[in-house]
């Protein structure tokens, strides 16, 4: 699947996304590999590992009648980005394994990255 969101001729400005394309399986129109890009905050990215268990609830079918979907921390992008109010954001990709519900491209999602267990006092304290 190939977008252009610029037209032939058309000038482009500096940064502007040209051509996204995305590998998808022949007569289903469904990507080769279901991935999820996350935006976390600059406190939360030191729990945040390559490797971890992530859940995903899709913003689209309603997580308690359709459930959550599956998939494990695939990379961390090393640079922050400027957030609203300076406050620094950083880029997490994800690999979808299972999901119990159609993925859209470009459909909003929340994903909860399980870090591991904290004591109870703890969660208080950082809150």
Same mark, same amino acid.
Do not use: C
């Given at each position: /699947?190939?977008? &252009?969101? $610029? ?12 051509? @996204? %394309? ?5 007569? =289903? =129109? @469904?990507p080769r590999r279901q991935g999820v890009r996350l =935006? ?15 859940? +995903?609830? !899709?913003? /689209? ?17 090393? /640079? ?9 954001? *950083?880029? %997490?990709?994800?690999?979808? !394994? !299972?999901?119990? *519900?159609? /993925?859209? +491209? ?7 990255? $399980? &870090? ?8 208080? +304290? =950082?809150?």
């Open positions: /699947m190939v977008e &252009t969101p $610029v037209a032939s001729g058309e000038p482009a400005a500096v940064g502007q996304v040209i051509l @996204k %394309v995305v590998p998808v399986d022949g007569g =289903e =129109e @469904k =935006e976390i905050s600059e406190m939360q990215v030191g729990d945040v590992a390559v490797g971890q268990p992530v859940r +995903l609830a !899709s913003k /689209m079918w309603p997580p308690r009648v359709h459930g959550y979907a599956k998939g494990v921390v695939a990379r961390l992008e090393p /640079m922050g980005l400027e957030g609203e109010r300076n406050a620094r954001k *950083f880029v %997490v990709h994800v690999d979808v !394994s !299972s999901s119990p *519900f159609a /993925m859209r +491209l470009g459909s909003g999602v929340r994903g909860e990255i $399980v &870090t591991g267990r904290k004591p109870a006092w703890q969660i208080i +304290l =950082e809150h």
